[in-house]
């Protein structure tokens, strides 16, 4: 089994090689890729110094599986490449998702959309895999009528240019190549990704297409805001729902506490609750603040943490690889 991670030495490419690591995945053979300017450089992986190769080598010993975090540019010219040669990829930037030929898989909801002849698959968005993987087992039970997302991401989906602002301006030094528009430290910025004609930004618009994709539900009305906090790793949001169907609260604690990658963190007499450092470091995702909305029927509050990195990014695309390895793709 020949596994690449093209974009090696990036954050998220970095979480991929120790989360294939910890998860102990049936490789025989790594391959690191990354960009020309990576070449020659190292990384490490099971104890051993891998050398970065440039993404033409890597393809040209037509690995069985590549994951990307190259973002999407490098994606849509390489990883047709890829599957030219046999080789499964899971890619972790937006250029695969709305090609509705292309799986966008949350293994907890819909990895059967995965067939044999699925040779790219996309990792969706990082908020979007949590609060799916929250939100799905309800939709089973109850039905969703109605979604209101308001997010709180971290500076790391960001890249190393977002923890760089944060640090710097905490440190109260100047700032070269800030990843956003105005200050981050002391301060909440309503702005993710590029603002559309609607007012809405990219990373709200992914939120409601990417959730409609997963969970095949196009019907679920839905709308969002996504902020940027002075957090440096793990995404939080608050989602409300509206349910077609009625329900209680011991009904929708019993069904989060028995779905996989889920942990209920909801005892708010002791001031428990998900925040960014429970889930640092971890693969599941938190909810918590669970609550009834009586402001109309039906209605539901949750707080849903993860770690972005992981289950946001890397998880996610390990889980996709060792299902691949286990069903003999």
């Known amino acids: 089994m020949i596994i690449a991670v093209v974009g090696a030495t990036g954050l998220v490419g970095q ?22 300017n990576s070449v020659g450089r190292t990384v490490t992986f099971r104890g051993e110094e891998i050398v970065v190769c440039s993404v033409e080598d890597a ?10 975090s190259a973002g999407g540019t490098a994606s849509l010219k390489y990883a047709p490449l890829f599957a030219a040669v046999g080789t499964y990829v899971i890619d972790n930037s937006s250029a695969w998702r709305r090609n509705m030929d292309v799986p ?17 698959i996309a990792n969706p968005n990082c908020s979007t895999i949590q609060m799916v993987v929250a939100i799905a087992p309800l939709h089973r039970r109850f039905s969703i009528k109605r979604l209101v997302i308001s997010t709180y991401q971290s500076v790391s989906g960001s890249g190393v240019k977002g923890i760089n602002q944060l640090a710097g301006e905490m440190a109260g030094l100047p ?5 956003y528009p105005h200050q981050i430290a002391m301060n909440v910025i309503p702005h993710g990704g590029d603002f559309e004609e609607t007012g809405y930004t990219s990373e709200e618009v992914k939120l409601e297409f990417e959730t409609h994709k997963i969970m ?4 679920i009305a839905i709308t969002s805001t996504v902020v940027r906090v002075p957090v440096k790793g793990g995404h939080s949001m608050a989602v409300n729902l509206e349910f077609e169907k009625s329900f209680t609260i011991e009904e929708v604690n ?10 209920v963190v909801d005892d708010p007499s002791n001031n428990l609750y998900p925040m960014p450092l429970f889930a640092e470091n971890h693969d599941d995702v938190f909810v918590g603040r669970i609550r009834r909305d009586f402001s109309i029927a039906n209605g539901l509050n949750i707080w849903v943490t993860a770690d972005n990195l992981r289950k946001g990014a890397a998880t996610n695309a390990v889980q996709i690889a060792d299902y691949l390895i286990k069903n003999k793709f």
Not at 15 to 29: F, G, K, P, T
Not at 175 to 179: E, F, G, M
Not at 216 to 219: E, F, K, S
Request: a negative charge; proline letters at 6%; charged letters at 20%.
């Open 15 to 36: 979480m991929m090689l120790r989360v294939i690591e910890e998860q102990q995945l049936a490789v025989d053979q790594l391959i690191a890729a990354a960009s020309k």
């Open 254 to 263: 019993e069904i989060l506490r028995s779905s996989a990658g889920i942990t």
């Open 104 to 120: 966008l898989v949350v293994p907890e909801i819909n990895i059967h959309t995965i067939l044999k002849q699925s040779h790219i």
């Open 175 to 179: 700032v070269t190549n800030p990843a």
């Open 216 to 219: 095949d539900a196009p019907d």
């Open 59 to 68: 393809i040209a010993q037509k690995p069985d599986i590549a994951l990307f």
